[in-house]
């Protein structure tokens, strides 16, 4: 079975930086892209980046271009959402995702806080 391990989430204030880090295991993932959803309270679950899977294009939501960077690395069959100059607003739950023959998996999701 797919399983997704999202962690690095935590209370951090405006202007700072995080890095979350999402395992995943039951089967390899090398051949497929990744990417982060995020949702806040009382918000839909919305898009953030998303990574090919040979690391080699990225796509990234408006709100966070110039300031997260998402990369993978497949030999750890992890991926990994560097996350700069936090504003208030990025405050959510943080989701990993990968779509595997047309169907989605989710982790259960980490935290992340930011203060003012």
């Known amino acids: 079975q797919v399983q997704l391990v999202e962690s690095g989430g935590g209370l951090v204030q405006a202007g700072g930086s995080l890095r979350l880090s999402c395992a995943a295991s039951g089967r390899t993932f090398s051949s497929y892209g990744m990417g982060w959803f995020r949702q806040a309270p009382g918000k839909e679950r919305e898009f953030v980046a998303v990574i090919g899977w040979n690391g080699g294009s990225t796509y990234y939501a408006d709100s966070v271009k110039g300031r997260f960077t998402i990369s993978r690395d497949n030999a750890k069959n992890t991926v990994y959402l560097q996350m700069n100059s936090l504003k208030v607003e990025d405050t959510a739950v943080y989701y990993c995702?990968?779509?595997?023959?047309?169907?989605?998996?989710w982790g259960e999701g980490t935290l992340v806080t930011v203060s003012s």
């Open positions: 995702n990968v779509r595997v023959t047309g169907m989605d998996y």
